[in-house]
């Protein structure tokens, strides 16, 4: 009996220990309206946040998925994460014109074939300061994001979006995007 009590305090401990180390690298994360439409849906789905993904020195890249702490001048700066795209990086330059972004002066627009609906705003040429990030919603006319509230420090990025679980009809990987160098 002593060694079966050892076994389950053992199996209790190991199974505490793995859900604490979980919680701290990974973390589940509702998406809340339809700023990342049609790439994330709003209305309950739920998904894997990899908050282990930048450390290490590995620094968020353009195209990836992100949670964020809310602006601090956000009206409620306590709510839930937010989600959207890394487009520019630390140094960038960034101008939209009649809904077209481009980058740190390049004629062309960036290639963004994760967009479904075009969107019709501009927004004058800013630059990225070092530590900080650009993010826009996939949904563009709808999303409150950079164009709004500027940028977002490095800081205050969670996670890279990994894996949708919630519901199941939307099971499966994130869609982070590789832009080509």
């Known amino acids: 009996m002593k060694n079966y009590l050892r076994e389950v305090l053992i199996i209790v401990v190991l199974a505490a220990v793995i859900y604490g180390l979980l919680f701290f690298v990974i973390q589940g994360v509702p998406v809340l309206g339809s700023s990342m439409e049609p790439n994330l849906a709003s209305h309950g789905q739920r998904v894997l946040v990899v908050k282990a993904a930048y450390w290490f020195g590995h620094d968020p890249e353009r195209g990836d998925i992100i949670t964020f702490k809310p602006p601090e001048d956000w009206?409620?700066?306590?709510?839930?994460?937010?989600?959207?795209?890394?487009?520019?990086?630390p140094g960038d330059t960034i101008?939209?014109?009649?809904?077209?972004?481009?980058?740190?002066?390049?004629?062309?627009?960036?290639?963004?074939?994760?967009?479904?609906?075009?969107?019709?705003?501009?927004?004058?040429?800013?630059?990225?300061?070092e530590g900080c990030y650009f993010v826009l919603g996939d949904n563009r006319d709808i999303s409150e994001d950079s164009h709004m509230y500027g940028t977002i420090f490095r800081k205050s990025i969670i996670g890279k979006a990994w894996f949708s679980y919630w519901p199941f009809s939307l099971w499966g990987t994130v869609a982070n995007y590789h832009f080509p160098d």
Not at 78 to 89: A, D, E, N, T, Y
Not at 101 to 113: G, K, Q, R
């Open 75 to 89: 009206p409620n700066p306590k709510s839930l994460p937010f989600i959207k795209r890394v487009i520019g990086l």
């Open 95 to 129: 101008r939209i014109i009649n809904g077209k972004i481009y980058l740190n002066d390049s004629t062309e627009p960036l290639d963004e074939p994760y967009i479904e609906r075009s969107f019709t705003y501009s927004m004058a040429k800013v630059t990225i300061p």
